[in-house]
């Protein structure tokens, strides 16, 4: 039926290029780590760089508050909105002011107080009463609005350059 000369017998070539690969594509993505760019442009401040492994060593500070005793786990969500309210409040009402889009906003707790912490960019023409005011209005309107006392704790740089630790 079929000539000897077409029954061709599939070289390894060949099957490697037809064939379907089953293996796990490699994105190599790892949680907590930033992506290297081709320029070194993306900034990274010291809490940024550290691995996330260090999470309890290099950046405890970060996890010193009272939110996991037992009796707070219950309130867990309403903290996360909280935190959420908080954020968007300092972005929105320090909207030229606010260092790296916001992220480096710490919010701390600490029994009944909340604590604000992060780094704020000052202008040329920095009007320190107008500044104070702002602290104050904040402190009061989240403490209403949230039923607790805040305090802020920010410190102010001259640009986004000062707080690097690194660039990527």
């Given at each position: 039926m ?37 320029n ?18 290099r ?22 909105v ?6 968007r ?50 402190e ?12 802020l ?16």
């Amino acid at each position: 039926m079929f000539a000897p000369a077409l029954l061709v017998r599939p070289s390894a070539s060949t099957t490697l290029a037809r064939g379907i690969s089953t293996t796990a594509c490699l994105n190599k993505n790892q949680a907590g780590k930033y992506r290297s760019t081709v320029n070194r442009s993306q900034l990274l401040t010291y809490e940024m760089a550290q691995k996330p492994h260090h999470i309890g060593v290099r950046k405890s500070w970060l996890t010193w508050h009272s939110q996991n005793l037992e009796g707070f786990r219950q309130s867990q969500p309403l903290m996360v909105v909280h935190d959420e309210v908080i954020r968007r409040f300092i972005r929105g009402f320090f909207p030229q002011h606010v260092v790296i889009s916001g992220e480096e906003i710490v919010i701390k707790r600490r029994g009944n107080v909340v604590i604000v912490a992060g780094f704020l960019q000052y202008s040329r023409r920095l009007d320190i009463r107008r500044i104070y005011w702002m602290f104050g209005f904040t402190e009061e309107f989240l403490s209403i609005l949230l039923k607790q006392p805040v305090k802020l704790e920010f410190a102010f740089v001259e640009s986004e350059a000062d707080i690097a630790y690194n660039y990527i």
